[in-house]
Nanobody, 123 residues
Framework: VQLQASGGGGLAQAGGFLGLSCAAS????????AGWFRQGPGKDREFVAT???????YYADSVKGRFTISRDNAKNTVHLQMNSLKPEDTAVYYC?????????????????WGRGTLVTVSS
């Protein structure tokens, strides 16, 4: 499956909001778990959120209550709504997918990755 980020990203002020979308090429995308990761300047890639193929969602503590992950299986897309943005949310954001649906916080279990989208939050 190929993943392509579409729309979203860019610059926002602290307290603002942005939305990221990712489109999958496969019509069986509903059978995949999808996730978002981010990599800030000088940092390792870190887990942000995931949505299991069953619809269950999990979030990093740093974004819980501010970010919402969702998916539209009819359109083969996954969306990350980011509210109450903070300067520390500044990073390149990546969408990813895996079939196993396990160890969702580990980047290396995701076999499919989209290109990164830069999100910059100014204070």
């Amino acid at each position: 499956v190929q993943l392509q980020a579409s729309g979203g990203g860019g610059l926002a002020q602290a307290g603002g909001f942005l939305g990221l979308s990712c489109a999958a090429s496969s019509r069986t995308f509903r059978n995949y778990s999808a996730g978002w990761f981010r990599q800030g300047p000088g940092k390792d890639r870190e887990f942000v959120a995931t949505i299991h193929w069953s619809g269950s969602t999990y979030y990093a503590d740093s974004v819980k209550g501010r970010f919402t992950i969702s998916r539209d299986n009819a359109k083969n897309t996954v969306h990350l709504q980011m509210n109450s943005l903070k300067p520390e949310d500044t990073a390149v954001y990546y969408c990813a997918a895996q079939m196993a649906g396990r160890d969702y916080w580990r980047p290396n279990v995701y076999g499919y990755w989209g290109r990164g989208t830069l999100v910059t939050v100014s204070s």
